[in-house]
């Protein structure tokens, strides 16, 4: 009996998952979705007979740092759930830029230290990385801006790895 009151519930939760999933877009395209700063609680939902699978029960985006920089709710819910603050600044990188202009770009931009006939990176936006930073710093107060910066190139090296492996494949 027990089993048949709570399947019902939770194919609803899934249905507002999927539904809040496929509304939720990148980080360029926030202009119409609603937004709500990072230090702002979620909205409640209508509880768990809620019916409406149109409407999320949470803003698509959240506001990260000083600036008008916006991360996508699941994203900053994923990273403030992380331990370390590395951990943090990884999930909130991949948020906020697009894994093609990471692959192209390096923190500050310039030649490749390791290979100076190497293509020249591009600098990633940096309002975004300031916002990345405050967000990290504001989570985890004892963090290192200069470690936060490593993990972030770091991040960006294990993503250029991962692709040229699978050219080489």
């Known amino acids: 009996m027990c089993g048949q009151i709570e399947i019902p519930a939770l194919l609803v939760e899934v249905r507002k998952l999927v539904s809040f999933n496929t509304t939720t877009t990148t980080n360029k395209d926030v202009d119409n979705h609603p937004t709500k700063h990072a230090d702002e609680p979620y909205a409640e939902s209508d509880g768990p007979g809620e019916t409406s699978l149109c409407t999320p029960c949470r803003p698509s985006h959240v506001k990260i740092g000083n600036d008008d920089v916006t991360i996508s709710s699941h994203c900053w819910e994923t990273a403030k759930s992380c331990t370390t603050p590395n951990g943090m600044a990884r999930v909130l990188l991949m948020g906020l830029f697009d894994v093609e202009v990471l692959l192209k770009s390096n923190l500050k931009g310039g030649v490749s230290k390791l290979d100076p006939n190497a293509e020249r990176r591009q600098a990633l936006d940096p309002r975004k990385l300031q916002a990345l930073q405050d967000a990290v ?14 993990s972030i190139n770091s991040r960006i090296c294990e993503l250029r790895h991962q692709v040229k492996r699978k050219l080489q494949v």
């Open 137 to 150: 710093v504001k989570q985890f107060p004892r963090a290192k801006e200069a470690d936060v910066r490593k």
